[in-house]
């Protein structure tokens, strides 16, 4: 079965210190994919990456960068700098692939982290 | 428009009562997702269509909740004799074909239901 674990509940940081949220995922799958996205306090989830189960590249857009390992199924998540603007809840999601339909399954989430970052 | 557009955004119901949420998916997206989102939970998984037909159904509750997509667009998603513990946020996804191993679930605001 797959799962996704986001053991940090809640975050509080002051703004400009660096903060990571982890997530740990568990799938049979040797093809999946992995997923970020942020829920601000207006409800909608806004994406912010996805990787698949074969680039175990590490990945820097702007102040936000993840790592993937597969060695111990985490892809966890660090934001440099923080600021306010960057206080939501955090989700992350995998995704399995249904190769023989050539489409994606359904997107797994977990129970999310609610980042604060005070001024 | 250019977004998933889901309405009602608020309903509030008595309990027993009929409810439809609606989906209106990015146009040219074939592939359509339903999520329930509790208070202080992650999205939980109802319906997966590719098209007009239901690719996994397997996250619904039971059988009060049905969903139906039509004409391979606009989808509904519809609760008999509704209950207290119905009262979420609903919300619909919309992707390319292919889903997730072509790209990123673009979320509505989703609908707010509330069971009194």
């Known amino acids: 079965a797959q799962k996704v674990t986001q053991a940090q509940t809640e975050i509080s940081v002051v703004e400009k210190e660096d903060v990571t949220l982890d997530c740990v995922y568990e799938?049979?799958?040797?093809?999946?994919?992995l997923f970020w996205y942020k829920q601000p306090p207006s409800g909608e989830l806004v994406f912010l990456i996805r990787?698949?189960?074969?680039?175990?590249q590490n990945e820097i857009s702007g102040r936000y960068s993840w790592n993937f390992q597969k060695s111990t199924s985490s892809f966890n998540f660090t934001i440099t700098a923080s600021q306010v603007v960057d206080s939501a809840v955090y989700f992350c999601a995998l995704s399995e692939a249904l190769m023989i339909y050539n489409q994606g399954g359904k997107l797994i989430f977990g129970q999310g982290t609610e980042l604060s970052v005070k001024p | 428009g250019a977004g998933v557009s889901q309405t009602p955004s608020n309903k509030v119901t008595e309990k027993g009562k009929y409810v439809e949420l609606r989906c209106d998916p990015i146009?040219?997206?074939?592939?359509l997702y339903w999520y329930r989102q509790s208070l202080g939970q992650g999205p939980e998984f109802l319906i997966y269509f590719q098209g007009t037909g239901a690719a996994d159904d397997s996250g619904l509750p039971n059988d009060r909740f049905f969903a139906v997509r039509p004409e391979g667009s606009v989808s509904t998603l519809k609760i008999q004799r509704t209950e207290r513990g119905d009262s979420a946020v609903y919300l619909c996804?919309?992707?390319?074909?292919?889903?997730?191993?072509?790209?990123?679930?673009?979320f509505g605001e989703g609908s707010r239901l509330t069971v009194l």
């Open positions: 990787r698949n189960s074969f680039d175990e």
């Open positions: 996804a919309s992707s390319r074909r292919g889903g997730t191993i072509t790209g990123e679930l673009f």
């Open positions: 146009s040219g997206h074939t592939a």
């Open positions: 799938t049979r799958d040797t093809t999946y994919y």
